[in-house]
């Protein structure tokens, strides 16, 4: 029988997800809708760094916003 190595999954690099993640977050509370076209006309991520950290960068912005309601 043959079998194939498999090659494990490609982790995320943190500082591409962290700062993603930040410019995600200023452009949601600024009003502006995060789209992966926005995400790529407001910020210097390339196409293929949104598509691969797009997700995660998300969750985590979602999991760091702070809203205050007086």
């Given at each position: 029988?043959?079998?194939?190595?498999?090659?494990?999954?490609?982790?995320?690099?943190?500082?591409?997800?962290?700062?993603?993640?930040?410019?995600?977050?200023?452009?949601?509370?600024?009003?502006?809708?995060?789209?992966?076209?926005?995400?790529?006309?407001?910020?210097?991520?390339?196409?293929?760094?949104?598509?691969?950290?797009?997700?995660?960068?998300?969750?985590?912005?979602?999991?760091?916003?702070?809203?205050r309601?007086?």
């Open positions: 029988m043959i079998t194939f190595a498999q090659e494990a999954p490609k982790k995320a690099d943190p500082a591409i997800v962290e700062m993603m993640a930040d410019t995600m977050r200023e452009m949601a509370m600024n009003g502006t809708a995060v789209t992966a076209d926005s995400l790529f006309e407001h910020s210097g991520f390339t196409r293929d760094q949104i598509a691969a950290h797009a997700a995660e960068a998300a969750d985590l912005a979602r999991a760091t916003a702070i809203r309601v007086a």
